[in-house]
């Protein structure tokens, strides 16, 4: 293998593949890799304009598909929007601008910064829970 490039396990023949994958050694380094701390930040927005439940739903679909954007909480009754994102990839302005750009008017009321383990997905969660 090319030492500059990356591993891949699927570049490996079936049985080395097999093989890697029962020894756990492709799967603690990965995990390894995968559980590093990702700093990220929690926003809390009021929302005005948000009058139900389609509302919400349209302020969290529009919100989470922001490329850094973890995780999003909107709430009608209490006309706010909860946030958490990687600050490195996407703004609170941004975050305004795509809600506003539905039609409600949003602004920045809190934020605070947090540091959470990035989750295993997939084939990585699968090996985990085995091993």
Same mark, same amino acid.
């Given at each position: %293998? ?7 396990? /699927? ?9 890697? &994958?029962?020894?756990?050694? /492709? ?8 559980? #590093? ?12 304009? %948000? ?7 349209? $302020?969290? %679909?529009? $919100? ?7 995780? $999003?909480? *909107? ?10 994102? #990687? ?11 795509? &809600? ?15 540091? *959470? ?15």
């Amino acid at each position: %293998m090319n030492p500059t490039k990356s591993f891949s396990p /699927w570049s490996l023949g079936a049985v080395a593949l097999v093989a890697l &994958i029962g020894t756990g050694a /492709w799967a603690s380094r990965t995990a390894a890799a995968a559980t #590093d701390e990702v700093p990220l930040v929690t926003s809390v927005f009021r929302v005005e304009g %948000m009058t139900c439940g389609g509302c919400e739903a349209s $302020v969290k %679909m529009t $919100v989470k598909r922001l490329d850094g954007v973890r995780e $999003v909480e *909107a709430s009608h009754t209490e006309k706010r929007a909860t946030v958490t994102y #990687d600050a490195k990839k996407v703004s609170p302005e941004a975050i305004v601008a795509a &809600i506003e750009k539905l039609g409600y008017t949003a602004e920045l009321v809190e934020t605070k910064t947090t540091t *959470a383990e990035t989750k295993a997905t997939g084939l990585l969660a699968k090996l985990r829970a085995c091993c």
